[in-house]
């Protein structure tokens, strides 16, 4: 959807929620909100996909309502399959796959992770992703195959770099600089850690990105273990006393407790024990909002290991109670979970097979089965963005048949459609025969062919045949002498997209071609490259007419 194409209410409620969104400000449940009430004023389900998603976003990275952030996100995965907003869609399911790690069911996050990558397949510059391929990564750090995580964060990270419009650029940026960092201390790359930290510092230098940012939990804990591993004690002090100091003052969101987790085992490592026991204390209140059984799990094991440490027999053994009971609680919600999250995905595959079709019929002519122009249009979009993108040659054909209004008059308009139909039939045919060909039906008896990277010869070649095919139909005209038969009339454009070229650009120029056929004789090809006209051979010896 493009927010550009609403009023300016929405436009600008939109610019307060993407400045809120890149500052995490407290305000962006709010604006949300609003976002969403003129969505249902207006009753368009673009927008509140759109602004559902948002909502869902906004309670998954500031909140600790878990229960609101998944009702909202079931929504904004409804409407937005109706609109077929495929980007936000792709949000959806990666947020999806994170809520299912979140409740330790990884097999489905990776479902909804490469669901979402589906998505994404004709989004070349999206953020999407990259954010989903960083996700991806995560699953398997944790599962100790560090080399491909890294693998998923270098390739999330150059895409992520493609769009520096995005509201949380620099944030996203700087947590592919983490994620690096982790993974090389891992691997024990002293040099690429400490590349990765200089990237976060540029970063940190650059007056467009926000000071906030710097706070974050995952950038002061990776400055700060990273610094300590490359031996910088003085730095690593300084991280470790602020980011000490926040993780015990405040209640932290669903997205911060693996960091803070992981934070709190390296306090218990380096001797910090004092303030890993007020960190998971601090932990303990934001699980009680919360309520994933994974989590608490997870918590309690820490203290178990923490007390043990500090030799805190009374805390040792509570820790120990509440982890047996949540090892209990967890063996029994897994089965939940999966069938939970298997549901969800059952019912969105469902969703997407009865919108494939809607979408099919949509998009197809009824008489035809050829494309209808809504096909064409959409089509097209891809294919010149990647004739342009891959400088390759791009072909568009306007073809109608000669004659066609007097045909319809002498025998009537079911006998025209049985015409149309059997030409149809040959343009399917050459479109089933090379995957480069794409035939769609303009209107009336106007059809538009489009030839992806093919040389003039080839398409040529491919428009010779198919004036062949309807000639040899032999389809009385109902005329007399040379235009006893239908024929069609055929005019190409075939050239590498400029920039500024789409489809109807292509179309006037070939519409130009299909004009100097019809003003000299009828049932021939003319090619133009731009303005000019290709002279082509025939395969009966003579030149294409000019």
């Not at 794409?438 to 040389?455: A, K, M, Q, T």
């Not at 590498?496 to 004009?515: C, G």
């Amino acid at each position: 959807m493009r927010i550009e194409d609403y009023d300016l209410d929405v436009q600008r409620l939109n610019r307060e929620l993407m400045t809120a969104r890149s500052s995490m400000s407290g305000s962006f449940i709010n604006i949300c909100n609003r976002l969403l009430r003129k969505a249902k004023a207006v009753d368009d389900i673009n927008l509140l996909g759109y602004a559902y998603y948002y909502l869902a976003d906004a309670y998954y990275q500031i909140s600790t309502n878990y229960r609101r952030f998944n009702t909202n996100l079931l929504k904004a995965i409804e409407y937005l399959q109706q609109c077929g907003d495929y980007e936000h869609l792709a949000r959806c399911y990666n947020l999806l796959g994170i809520d299912a790690m979140n409740h330790g069911t990884k097999e489905p996050a990776l479902d909804f992770f490469y669901a979402g990558l589906k998505y994404c397949e004709n989004m070349h510059e999206s953020v999407v992703p990259g954010i989903i391929r960083y996700n991806i990564g995560q699953i398997y750090y944790d599962n100790g195959d560090v080399k491909e995580a890294l693998s998923h964060i270098r390739a999330a990270y150059r895409d992520i770099r493609k769009n520096k419009k995005e509201s949380l650029y620099y944030r996203n940026v700087l947590f592919c600089y983490c994620f690096e960092a982790d993974c090389y201390m891992q691997l024990d790359k002293r040099e690429s850690v400490a590349k990765c930290l200089e990237g976060i510092a540029k970063i940190e230098a650059d007056l467009r990105c926000s000071r906030d940012y710097f706070l974050d939990v995952p950038i002061l804990d990776i400055r700060m273990r990273a610094n300590h591993y490359l031996g910088r004690m003085e730095e690593y002090q300084a991280y470790s006393d602020k980011l000490s100091y926040l993780i015990q003052k405040n209640k932290y969101p669903l997205d911060n407790m693996e960091d803070i987790f992981r934070i709190c085992r390296f306090f218990m490592e380096t001797g910090r024990l004092n303030e890993a026991i007020g960190t998971i204390k601090n932990i303990e209140r934001s699980l009680d909002d919360l309520n994933i059984t994974n989590l608490k799990l997870q918590a309690a094991s820490l203290r178990v290991q923490l007390y043990e440490r500090v030799d805190d027999s009374r805390e040792k053994g509570k820790a120990l109670e509440d982890f047996y009971k949540y090892s209990m609680l967890q063996n029994k919600e897994i089965i939940s979970n999966y069938k939970f999250f298997s549901g969800i995905r059952k019912k969105l595959s469902e969703i997407e097979k009865e919108n494939t079709l809607l979408q099919k019929q949509a998009e197809t002519d009824p008489l035809t089965g050829l494309g209808n122009r809504l096909a064409l249009n959409k089509f097209a979009d891809v294919a010149f963005d990647n004739a342009y993108n891959r400088r390759t040659l791009l072909a568009v054909e306007i073809l109608d048949v000669d004659n066609f209004k007097h045909y319809n008059d002498t025998y009537g308009h079911p006998a025209g459609d049985e015409c149309l139909k059997k030409i149809a039939s040959q343009i399917a045919r050459i479109s089933r025969d090379n995957p480069r060909i794409h035939g769609f039906r303009y209107g009336g008896d106007e059809f538009v062919i489009i030839y992806e990277s093919l040389r003039d010869d080839q398409v040529m070649n491919y428009a010779d045949n198919l004036r062949s095919a309807v000639a040899s139909m032999q389809i009385e005209s109902g005329l007399a002498g040379s235009e006893e038969y239908l024929s069609i009339s055929q005019g190409i454009r075939n050239s590498v997209p400029l920039e500024t070229n789409k489809l109807w650009d292509y179309m006037y120029a070939a519409d130009n071609a299909l004009y100097e056929v019809k003003g000299g004789k009828k049932g021939e090809i003319v090619l133009l490259h731009k303005t000019q006209v290709a002279d082509m051979p025939r395969k009966d010896g003579t030149d294409s007419q000019t």
